[in-house]
């Protein structure tokens, strides 16, 4: 087994990555601040359900097939939430 890949963010696209690495058999750590994946749809008002009936039933199909994509491989997916990312400001130079 390789060293799982650290992804920060439990939104789509991390979500998604960590998915996609399972699906190679690639264990990753997802890091969020967020006490729960699923990305800015949850910012604000925490929401104790998974219900968003401010999304479009697109977004709502996209979303639960995630969800359901991300329990299957769970095995390979450590999902750390409420866990911040804290690091020094690079800056470019030109």
Avoid: C, F
Wanted: aromatic share 6%; charged share 25%; no cysteine.
């Amino acid at each position: 087994m390789s060293k799982p890949v650290v992804i920060v963010g439990a939104g789509p696209a991390g979500l998604s990555a960590a998915v996609t690495l399972a699906k190679q058999k690639v264990p990753s750590i997802i890091l969020d601040e967020a006490p729960k994946p699923g990305g800015v749809v949850y910012r604000g008002p925490w929401r104790d359900t998974d219900a968003l009936p401010h999304l479009d039933d697109k977004w709502k199909a996209t979303s639960q097939s995630l969800r359901e994509q991300y329990r299957e491989h769970q095995d390979l997916i450590d999902l750390r939430s409420l866990t911040r990312v804290l690091g020094r400001w690079l800056t470019n130079t030109y």
